[in-house]
């Protein structure tokens, strides 16, 4: 079983930025993608941008020069550091995980979602 806490959504003013957190904790053997999802009002679910475990990123065009994603293997955490927001950025912003345990001897691969957080962008 593995937990997943986000945090360090908010308000914020257009042109501000804001760094997101997500930590995952439990049977977790390695991890290799660690991914931000937003979902907007009225919208589907978009991946905003993912690392893999070899540190290579990939962004949204949306975001693209704003955003910086992150991770620190030695705390199973991803960063989303949001600069220069916008309007448009407001959303609920997920994390998510691809991740390997052991289980009864077996290897099994599985993925996570973190809980949501809460990101609005308004003057």
């Known amino acids: 079983q593995v937990q997943m806490v986000e945090s360090g959504g908010g308000l914020v003013q257009p042109g501000g930025s804001l760094r997101l957190s997500c930590a995952a904790s439990?049977?977790?053997?390695?991890?290799?993608?660690m991914s931000w999802y937003r979902q907007g009002p009225g919208k589907q679910r978009e991946l905003v941008a993912t690392?893999?475990?070899?540190?290579?990123?990939n962004y949204a065009d949306s975001v693209k020069g704003r955003f910086t994603i992150s991770r620190d293997n030695a705390k199973n955490t991803v960063y989303l550091q949001m600069n220069s927001l916008k309007p448009e950025d407001t959303a609920v912003y997920y994390c998510?995980?691809?991740?390997?345990?052991?289980?009864?001897?077996?290897?099994?691969?599985?993925?996570?979602w973190g809980q949501g957080t809460q990101v609005t962008v308004s003057s």
């Open positions: 998510n995980i691809i991740w390997r345990g052991v289980f009864s001897g077996r290897i099994t691969d599985a993925t996570s």
């Open positions: 439990g049977s977790i053997f390695s991890i290799n993608a």
């Open positions: 690392i893999t475990s070899s540190d290579t990123s």
